[in-house]
């Protein structure tokens, strides 16, 4: 089986939350190496502010991970062994530029399948996500769900996916597709663009009424993220995962509603929940089966979610507060 220990790896978003996470694991793993291509659209420097103070051999390029000549210069100057795909643009940018928010998950992919066909590295971990799927059809929705991607961004991910697979099945190359459902944690992300949980705490801790979009009652699988982390490494390092893909999540449905009142509770809000027009294409429901992630690497998540949430709302109340 092989083992990060000593491999030189370049994250692509390696600025991001789940990025600079992975980032995190992957030294105290034992990497060689991690060096990071971010263009720091929504990347930001202190989110590997702990990396750079602990470890020596944490590189990091500001720059395009779409470009090809960028990241072969990059591949090669670094020697990587591995590349973690998690470059994107959140979901959010689909509103605004969905051209943009579809290519950048294809584009980028195709750079890496060019890369890896010249031989330039050896292994792909790729980061698809649990929007591919769109709303569930099906509950707990294991990986054989249908894809009905309903948003740009989704189709990109879907599309990235049924690309780097149908590169698995002609040349074989050494490649695992881990699908996350909702990640949330320290360092997600609380501006333009934001996701619902960093979003809420923001909106709460700025004297602003939280929102709920359509009626409250879409459900999400949420993940802390250094589960998620610990399960991108586990996925390399564990040659089963090659062609296959792997939904990481909780297996637990939770309501934005009842996620928003929750959010409320901890920080002690009692005014009102603002209602708004359901967004576009919003996904109605998302569960994930558990089971392939838990034979194949033996993956089950540590933290509960009512831990998780704790850790992540103390954060954002005390990065607000600095
Ligand atoms: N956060 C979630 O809930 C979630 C759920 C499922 C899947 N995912 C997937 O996990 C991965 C990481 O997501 P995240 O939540 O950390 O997002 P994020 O926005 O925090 O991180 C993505 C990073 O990619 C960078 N980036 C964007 N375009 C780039 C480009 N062209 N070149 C280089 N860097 C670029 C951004 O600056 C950012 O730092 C993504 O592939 C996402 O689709 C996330």
Request: net charge negative; glycine share 8%.
């Amino acid at each position: 089986m092989p083992s990060i220990a000593g491999k030189n790896i370049l994250i692509t978003g390696g600025a991001g939350f789940i990025g600079s996470h992975l980032t995190d694991t992957l030294l105290a793993a034992g990497a060689g190496k991690v060096a990071i291509i971010d263009n720091f659209f929504l990347g930001k420097m202190e989110n590997l502010a702990d990396a750079r103070k602990n470890y020596q051999n944490l590189v990091i390029y500001r720059d395009d991970a779409r470009d090809l000549g960028t990241m072969r210069a990059i591949v090669r100057k670094e020697q990587i062994d591995v590349v973690f795909n998690l470059a994107t643009i959140a979901l959010n940018y689909s509103f605004f530029n969905p051209f943009g928010a579809y290519s950048v998950n294809v584009d980028i992919a195709e750079t890496l399948l060019h890369l890896m066909q010249e031989g330039a590295f050896t292994t792909l971990i790729h980061s698809s996500s649990s929007e591919a799927y769109g709303s569930a059809q099906f509950s707990p929705m294991d990986e054989n769900h249908p894809l009905h991607p309903t948003t740009p961004y989704a189709a990109g991910k879907a599309s990235a996916d049924l690309l780097i697979q149908s590169f698995y099945n002609v040349l074989g190359l050494d490649c695992a597709i881990i699908r996350p459902f909702n990640n949330y944690g320290p360092r997600q992300n609380d501006q333009a663009l934001a996701a619902i949980i960093p979003l809420t705490a923001r909106r709460i801790m700025h004297g602003e009424r939280p929102v709920l979009e359509g009626s409250g009652e879409q459900t999400r699988d949420f993940i802390f993220v250094r589960d998620t982390a610990r399960a991108f490494l586990m996925a390399y390092e564990n040659e089963k995962t090659r062609g296959q893909i792997i939904n990481l999540g909780s297996g637990i449905e939770i309501s934005m509603k009842a996620l928003v009142e929750e959010i409320c509770a901890y920080y002690h809000y009692d005014g009102e929940i603002e209602y708004r027009p359901p967004r576009p294409a919003d996904v109605q429901r998302l569960c994930a089966a558990t089971g392939l992630a838990e034979t194949l690497i033996g993956f089950k998540p540590q933290v509960s979610f009512q831990d998780g949430l704790r850790e992540t709302l103390d954060w954002y109340q005390k990065s607000n507060k600095s």
